[in-house]
């Protein structure tokens, strides 16, 4: 029987123009660059833009990075936990400014929403579809309090986008791992119209051990170590929890993308945007085995390892 795997063709990002550094949130909040740095790793995020509009900016240049056009795709997805409307799915708002004509849905699996939507897309390509594009864009800025000096410096927005295409012969996403546990789920919330409330530290305890985990699983899936992984793609919550992943997995964090610094927490973009990064900064060769994990609210959690092949 032939197979009908999925390859990463096209990969962009998009970060609205407005910086807010930390010197700035010194000035209206209880805080310090110096404490932000310290205990996060954030020196400054970019904030603006609707979930739309950076998704539209960041999903078209994918296309175009891919060598097609929007009537090429067949289905969008779009992982957000910041809806720019309860109803319709932003993605038809994205579908209908691209000029695509296929179907499109957003799913929420908060900050770990792109490697949920990946996962996604590679079975709507192993099950007839051509070219999926899926997206990652949040907008935290419209549910945090900006008086909350506990999570107002972390969260910010932005955004990226790969395109799944079709190919002969097994997928290029080798191996993924997805997980909730719903009875966590007062740790991380925003009510209908509220702001995000947070159990900070919990949520940190918490993440290192599902990512771990996640990300041993998906490699056992994919059928390697993880010294076959080239490049760890981790969500962009805080340094320490992702310093403190990468010794339990005994990943060095120089093979570890990094953007936090200059992102803060963007949730479903912040993989795609580390992603985006170092590869235009050459830190990925075609063959290279990649490992991307996120965590999140809900509390979910998702790996996927993923061969580099554009
Ligand atoms: O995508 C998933 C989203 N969320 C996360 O990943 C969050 C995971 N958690 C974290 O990243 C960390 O727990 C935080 C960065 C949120 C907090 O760091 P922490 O090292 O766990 O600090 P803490 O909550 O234990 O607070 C230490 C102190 C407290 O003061 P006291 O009680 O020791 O007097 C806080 O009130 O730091 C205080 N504090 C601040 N001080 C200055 C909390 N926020 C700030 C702030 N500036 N912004």
């Not at 990969?11 to 000035?27: C, F, G």
């Not at 546990?181 to 740790?187: K, Q, T």
């Not at 900070?200 to 994919?222: C, I, P, Q, W």
């Amino acid at each position: 029987m032939s197979q009908r795997g999925a390859r990463i063709t096209g990969w962009a990002s998009a970060l609205p123009d407005n910086v807010v550094t930390n010197h700035d949130l010194e000035k209206t909040l209880d805080t310090t660059h110096e404490w932000i740095v310290e205990r996060t790793g954030i020196h400054s995020r970019h904030i603006g833009g609707t979930t739309a509009s950076l998704s539209v900016e960041s999903g078209g240049k994918a296309i175009a990075r891919a060598g097609l056009t929007p009537a090429d795709i067949d289905i969008v997805v779009l992982a957000t936990t910041t809806p720019d409307r309860q109803v319709p799915a932003t993605a038809s708002t994205v579908q209908q400014e691209l000029g695509i004509k296929g179907g499109a849905f957003d799913i929420n699996a908060a900050c770990s929403g792109f490697v949920y939507g990946l996962t996604v897309g590679n079975g709507l390509v192993a099950t007839g579809a051509q070219h999926v594009l899926v997206i990652g864009t949040d907008t935290l800025r419209t549910i945090t309090d900006w008086d909350d000096r506990s999570t107002a410096v972390l969260f910010a927005d932005g955004s990226g986008s790969m395109v799944l295409s079709a190919t002969d012969g097994p997928s290029n996403i080798l191996g993924t791992s997805l997980t909730s546990d719903g009875s966590l789920e007062r740790l991380l919330f925003a009510e209908r119209g509220g702001n995000l409330q947070m159990v900070g530290k919990e949520v940190f305890r918490n993440a290192v051990g599902y990512m771990v985990g996640t990300s041993r699983d998906a490699l056992h899936k994919a059928g390697v170590t993880i010294d076959d992984i080239s490049l760890v793609v981790p969500h962009q919550a805080n340094i320490r929890i992702i310093e403190a992943a990468c010794r339990r997995l005994g990943v060095e964090m120089d093979n570890v993308a990094i953007v936090l610094d200059h992102t803060g927490n963007t949730s479903s973009a912040s993989v795609p945007l580390a992603f985006v990064e170092a590869e235009a900064a050459g830190r990925v060769a075609p063959g290279d085995l990649i490992l991307m994990t996120g965590f999140g609210a809900g509390m979910t959690a998702a790996s996927a390892v993923i061969r580099w092949d554009p």
